[in-house]
């Protein structure tokens, strides 16, 4: 093989490993990203459901409430384990496994498995929400933050406007 072929290949080998290492940290960058933006989007949801549902608020009386803060409190502190556990797939970063789709944002909703991910993430606060009476159990409630309740690209156009892909809270 010609010197100069070899030394094309090997520096393409090193340009592939440079993007490999600046894919993994935005991908890591991501999965640190997503566990600060849960739990500040867990609270919210949590005092706006106390608030919101103020009959339920009074019924659970101050050592529910205070039970229900505990249970928080340890989703939170479980957080980052889930979102690695979830988030950590090879399937979901092309840089480590390609799978046949494309990844584009500009004007699609986001990958289907990264999407999914994020819902299920998202969605673990419900049976805390169910459990206090803040959702109804088994109801397709539109606050039950579990992946059959967010809107999909097909809602979307059906709905006939644009909803931001990581649409949370209540369908309008």
């Known amino acids: 093989m010609p010197e ?3 030394a094309s290949i090997n520096r ?25 933006f ?21 019924k659970l009386g101050a050592e529910k409430l205070s039970a229900l803060n505990s249970e928080v409190s340890s989703f939170q502190k479980k957080l980052p384990g889930i979102v690695e556990k979830r988030l950590n797939k090879d399937n979901l970063w092309w840089h480590k496994k390609q799978i046949g789709q494309t990844y584009c944002y500009f004007d699609q ?27 109804p ?12 309740n967010f809107p999909t690209a097909v809602d979307k156009k059906k709905l006939g406007h644009s909803i931001p892909s990581l649409w949370i809270g209540r369908r309008t």
């Open 137 to 148: 159990r088994g109801s397709k409630h539109p606050q039950a933050w579990c992946e059959s």
């Open 4 to 6: 100069d072929l070899v």
């Open 109 to 135: 909703p986001p990958s289907y498995y990264l999407d999914t991910a994020i819902r299920e993430i998202i969605g673990k606060l419900s049976s805390i929400l169910k459990k206090y009476k803040f959702l």
């Open 38 to 58: 849960t739990n500040s989007w867990c609270l919210k949801q949590i005092d706006a459901q106390v608030v919101r549902n103020a009959d339920v608020t009074i």
């Open 12 to 36: 393409l080998y090193a340009e592939c490993a440079d993007l490999d290492n600046r894919m993994e940290k935005i991908k890591n960058d991501f999965i640190d990203e997503t566990v600060r």
